[in-house]
C-alpha cells in the first residue's frame, strides 16, 4: 500500500487549496533479530514537514491510501496519528480543522 497526507490550506470542495506540507510513510530498516520495523506515518510526516509559525493558521489534512494496483483504499488516520494531528500540529502553530479521507462503503 502507499499512504500519503497533505496538509492544505483552503478548502477542497471550492478546489482552491494550497499545499503547505506532503509526507508518506516511511520504514526504517530492520534492525533487530526480531525483523520489527518502525515507521513514521503519512500524517505524522506531513506535520512534522510543517514550518513553525507564530501565528496560529488553520489548516485541513487530506490522507490517501492507494493499493498495489493503484485504487484507493481505506485510509482513516489511527489513533495515534489522530493524536499527533491534535497535539503536534498546534506546537508548530498549526490548527487542524479537517481531516478528509477515503472510506470504503460495501
Avoid: D, W
Avoid at 12 to 22: A, C
Avoid at 84 to 95: A, D, E, Q, V
Amino acid at each position: 500500500f502507499y499512504h500519503m497526507a497533505c496538509c492544505i490550506k483552503g478548502n477542497i470542495s471550492s478546489g482552491k487549496v494550497n499545499i503547505l506540507s506532503f509526507g508518506e510513510n516511511k520504514y526504517s530498516p530492520t534492525t533487530n533479530l526480531e525483523s520489527v520495523r518502525s515507521s513514521i506515518h503519512a500524517e505524522q510526516n506531513a506535520i512534522n514537514k510543517l514550518p513553525y509559525t507564530k501565528n496560529p493558521i488553520k489548516i485541513n489534512m487530506l490522507v490517501l491510501r492507494f493499493t498495489k494496483k493503484y485504487t484507493l483504499s481505506m485510509s482513516k488516520p489511527c489513533s495515534k496519528c489522530l493524536h499527533h494531528m491534535t497535539t503536534f500540529s498546534p506546537k508548530k502553530g498549526y490548527i487542524i480543522k479537517n481531516v478528509y479521507f477515503f472510506c470504503h462503503l460495501k
